[in-house]
């Protein structure tokens, strides 16, 4: 693979540190200047007091002494408001939802109560959530006592994963910045960010002619089209699983029992090898002044500039698609480890293709080719498989067509890599899958990924599909 091009950075993750991080290393360092200068403003104030009190011893004079006593109580006086500063102090931070997705708008409630008896002029927040953008650090004064303060924070979901809300640091310092204290909340949030997923209203990949097929002997939990037979009645069977005539006649609860329907699978298989995507690395946008409301300063969602990511949002945008069509839809991949999980239906699979998909990342050396031969053999006949790569090597058009001799129904979305500053294109591998009648969608950057996914297939022989309901 050739070096990655300027403002490409290959492996599907940036090189620089997140904004997140960043973040948090800048309090850590603005928090050591302010000890810093914090410890030498005390020693400063030591010394005057070591001076004045020499002088008294010296001279005798009054005024040597009310020094000597002033730099004694204002060190004792700002000691005191720097311990009293945080008391009586509780923090609750709310969340809405424990999960959200690219491009939407989650928001974190915050309540900080002041117990004590005693008034807190100014009470500085730092907080140290993963999240990027979580612009939750502010600044309180005013804060009376035995009151409260409410407010919200609202972020936009600009990237997929796993992320940590909390905890949160409230700073004071003594108004001469002699002492500073701090006080840990350690209350924190786990917060999953689903993959951006693109509304595909109607037409999409046209891998079958039939919506059902041959069933194969593996049971499922499931109610399918092929029943296998029937069984006892086991608590939680729902009542459209009870066959009634056998009820009838054995005088006690039979339940049907059901296999799956191999062309009521759908595979979703997405090429995590590290070495075949690459990032276009973009300058960071201008932030707007924090004082802008939220609705004003909203930036508009777009799919960061990487092959894996692209990737990822058309695998979780087929996920809702042929679920929401009661289609069985399973995950391969080869990414931090291996990822399958096996066909099914309902929300609950939703739930675990997306959460799974949100912390994929490429970091895998094995080649898609090679994942479909440790993997295909699970793949039964009649099925469809959905090959999702911005590889340029033909692997991929390889691999499609051994599928598709095993009696497996093929489509592929390829990532244009050359529209993310690569000097490689996958027009290559889209000519050869056309060659060999496979359908074919062509995702480049920036581009609207529902159109892309409902375009016109490259193989003018097969119609458009619509999936039976």
């Given at each position: 693979m050739p070096s990655p091009s300027p403002g490409e950075t290959s492996g599907g993750r940036p090189e620089a540190p997140g904004i997140a991080m960043r973040e948090v290393g800048f309090s850590s360092d603005l928090q050591r200047q302010r000890t810093r200068r914090a410890a030498l403003r005390r020693r400063v104030v030591v010394l005057l007091f070591f001076v004045s009190l020499l002088g008294s011893v010296q001279t005798a004079s009054p005024a040597f002494i009310s020094l000597a006593y002033l730099w004694a109580a204002l060190l004792a006086a700002s000691w005191v408001w720097a311990r009293l500063g945080l008391a009586g102090l509780e923090l609750q931070r709310v969340l809405r939802s424990p999960?959200?997705?690219?491009?939407?708008?989650?928001e974190e409630r915050f309540v900080l109560r002041n117990r004590s008896r005693l008034p807190h002029y100014w009470v500085e927040l730092w907080d140290e959530s993963t999240l990027p953008d979580h612009h939750a650090s502010t600044v309180l004064t005013g804060l009376g006592p035995h009151t409260s303060r409410h407010w919200a924070v609202h972020t936009l979901c600009a990237e997929r994963g796993r992320f940590q809300l909390g905890p949160l640091t409230a700073r004071v310092a003594d108004p001469f910045g002699l002492f500073l204290n701090e006080k840990r909340f350690p209350q924190t949030a786990d917060l999953v960010v689903h993959p951006y997923t693109a509304r595909l209203p109607g037409l999409i990949l046209a891998p079958s002619g039939l919506p059902g097929g041959t069933a194969v002997e593996r049971k499922t939990a499931a109610v399918t089209p092929s029943a296998a037979g029937v069984r006892e009645y086991a608590p939680g069977d729902s009542m459209t699983r009870i066959h009634w005539p056998s009820t009838a006649r054995r005088d006690?609860?039979?339940s049907k029992e059901f296999e799956l329907d191999p062309k009521a699978d759908v595979w979703l298989v997405v090429d995590s090898q590290r070495d075949v995507h690459c990032r276009l690395a973009l300058p960071a946008p201008s932030e707007p002044a924090r004082d802008t409301p939220?609705?004003?300063?909203?930036?508009?969602?777009?799919?960061?500039?990487?092959?894996?990511?692209y990737c990822v949002a058309a695998a979780a945008s087929l996920v809702n698609y042929f679920l929401h069509h009661d289609r069985s839809v399973g995950l391969a991949a080869y990414a931090q480890q291996r990822e399958v999980i096996q066909p099914d239906r309902g929300e609950r699979q939703r739930e675990r293709l997306m959460e799974r998909l949100a912390t994929l990342r490429a970091e895998s050396h094995l080649s898609l080719a090679d994942a479909l031969r440790l993997e295909g053999a699970s793949f039964p006949r009649g099925s469809t498989v959905v090959l999702i790569s911005p590889s340029a090597e033909m692997g991929v058009a390889v691999a499609a067509q051994q599928l598709r001799s095993r009696g497996i129904n093929v489509a592929v979305v390829l990532i244009e890599r050359g529209s993310f500053g690569s000097q490689q294109s996958v027009a290559e591998v889209a000519?050869?899958?056309r060659g060999l009648r496979v359908d074919v969608r062509l995702v480049r950057r920036d581009e609207d990924?529902?159109?892309a996914l409902i375009g016109h297939s490259l193989t003018p022989r097969l119609t458009p599909w619509r999936p039976a309901v």
């Amino acid at each position: 693979m050739p070096s990655p091009s300027p403002g490409e950075t290959s492996g599907g993750r940036p090189e620089a540190p997140g904004i997140a991080m960043r973040e948090v290393g800048f309090s850590s360092d603005l928090q050591r200047q302010r000890t810093r200068r914090a410890a030498l403003r005390r020693r400063v104030v030591v010394l005057l007091f070591f001076v004045s009190l020499l002088g008294s011893v010296q001279t005798a004079s009054p005024a040597f002494i009310s020094l000597a006593y002033l730099w004694a109580a204002l060190l004792a006086a700002s000691w005191v408001w720097a311990r009293l500063g945080l008391a009586g102090l509780e923090l609750q931070r709310v969340l809405r939802s424990p999960r959200s997705q690219a491009g939407a708008i989650i928001e974190e409630r915050f309540v900080l109560r002041n117990r004590s008896r005693l008034p807190h002029y100014w009470v500085e927040l730092w907080d140290e959530s993963t999240l990027p953008d979580h612009h939750a650090s502010t600044v309180l004064t005013g804060l009376g006592p035995h009151t409260s303060r409410h407010w919200a924070v609202h972020t936009l979901c600009a990237e997929r994963g796993r992320f940590q809300l909390g905890p949160l640091t409230a700073r004071v310092a003594d108004p001469f910045g002699l002492f500073l204290n701090e006080k840990r909340f350690p209350q924190t949030a786990d917060l999953v960010v689903h993959p951006y997923t693109a509304r595909l209203p109607g037409l999409i990949l046209a891998p079958s002619g039939l919506p059902g097929g041959t069933a194969v002997e593996r049971k499922t939990a499931a109610v399918t089209p092929s029943a296998a037979g029937v069984r006892e009645y086991a608590p939680g069977d729902s009542m459209t699983r009870i066959h009634w005539p056998s009820t009838a006649r054995r005088d006690r609860l039979i339940s049907k029992e059901f296999e799956l329907d191999p062309k009521a699978d759908v595979w979703l298989v997405v090429d995590s090898q590290r070495d075949v995507h690459c990032r276009l690395a973009l300058p960071a946008p201008s932030e707007p002044a924090r004082d802008t409301p939220f609705w004003a300063r909203r930036p508009q969602f777009h799919l960061p500039p990487a092959t894996e990511e692209y990737c990822v949002a058309a695998a979780a945008s087929l996920v809702n698609y042929f679920l929401h069509h009661d289609r069985s839809v399973g995950l391969a991949a080869y990414a931090q480890q291996r990822e399958v999980i096996q066909p099914d239906r309902g929300e609950r699979q939703r739930e675990r293709l997306m959460e799974r998909l949100a912390t994929l990342r490429a970091e895998s050396h094995l080649s898609l080719a090679d994942a479909l031969r440790l993997e295909g053999a699970s793949f039964p006949r009649g099925s469809t498989v959905v090959l999702i790569s911005p590889s340029a090597e033909m692997g991929v058009a390889v691999a499609a067509q051994q599928l598709r001799s095993r009696g497996i129904n093929v489509a592929v979305v390829l990532i244009e890599r050359g529209s993310f500053g690569s000097q490689q294109s996958v027009a290559e591998v889209a000519l050869r899958l056309r060659g060999l009648r496979v359908d074919v969608r062509l995702v480049r950057r920036d581009e609207d990924l529902s159109s892309a996914l409902i375009g016109h297939s490259l193989t003018p022989r097969l119609t458009p599909w619509r999936p039976a309901v």
